[in-house]
């Protein structure tokens, strides 16, 4: 029996009306009979995984990005007297490829706090109580933009570097906790429609992207293993490997790539 995920354990996991949070969602149920409590801002989403799903899956609408909706989520979990043992932060949002401007400083303040001061907050409201649990979980999806920085990504990389950072101290600190870090490098999901990308380029897009439900499997596998650092995908991984042996010229490189595709959404960087 997995012991961090299994049919006695109940999950709440962000993000997970899409993306790499609806995937892990439908692993934990299908595959260990996990009980996930499902939070997202999708209201029609959320209650299309509660038809398929029953009451295996208990949905809870927020805007994670928001400390008082933390406090609510805690307080909605005491009412119902559900206790989770573990927490999944896979919400996150991806800002239009642009050099820092004045409308990348005007989103810095919402990306901040959905990318990285969830985490923040999940954590400082959620680890009392899962601390009390046997074999409790935190896994932070964050994303391979954090393991070389390039241009166009300013305040996403910012974010996302700052929840690595903060994910990996939490891993030291409390050995009661099992916390993951997860940096997944390009993936399939709805992200991608934030950048107003047109059907061709998210075709070209999804040519260099990994599924969504593999990287979820990914995830859940590795950590159920015990790692507490994973990076998923070939780019990833390249990024890893070229920022770590060639700090200057990483960057430039994956600008120049970028660019070579010739598509509009990464022409401003």
């Known amino acids: ?26 692993i934990l149920i299908n595959s260990y009979g996990a009980k996930i409590v499902g939070v ?19 949905p809870y609408q927020a805007d994670v990005s928001i400390k008082e909706e933390w406090l609510k989520i805690k307080e909605f979990l005491q009412v119902e007297n559900i206790e989770v043992s573990g927490v999944i932060n896979s919400a996150g949002v991806l800002p239009k490829f ?39 979980i935190i896994i932070n999806v964050l994303s391979s933009s954090a393991l070389c920085p390039f241009s166009g990504v300013s305040m996403y990389s910012a974010s996302k570097s700052a929840g690595v950072r903060f994910s990996e101290c939490l891993s030291f600190e409390n050995k009661k906790i099992k916390v993951v870090t997860v940096m997944p490098g390009f993936t399939k999901t709805n992200v991608m429609r934030s950048q107003n990308a047109s059907e061709k380029e998210l075709s070209v897009i999804d040519k260099i992207s990994a599924p969504a439900d593999k990287v979820a499997k990914k995830i859940i596998k590795r950590a159920s293993k015990g790692k507490t650092r994973i990076i998923i995908g070939f780019d990833a991984h390249l990024m890893n490997f070229l920022y770590k042996f060639f700090p200057r010229t990483a960057p430039r490189l994956i600008g120049w790539f970028l660019r070579k595709t010739k598509l509009k959404l990464f022409e401003e960087i």
């Open 1 to 26: 029996m997995n012991k961090y995920f299994n049919e006695h354990t109940t999950v709440l996991v962000t993000g997970a009306s899409s993306g790499i949070g609806k995937e892990i969602t439908k």
């Open 98 to 136: 642009s050099k820092f401007n004045e409308s990348v400083y005007e989103q810095a303040e919402k990306v901040l706090s959905t990318n990285f001061l969830s985490i923040v907050n999940s954590s400082g409201i959620f680890m009392p109580l899962l601390v009390r649990k046997e074999n409790p």
């Open 40 to 58: 997202g801002r999708n209201k029609e989403k959320l209650q299309a995984l509660k038809s398929e799903f029953g009451d295996k899956f208990i």
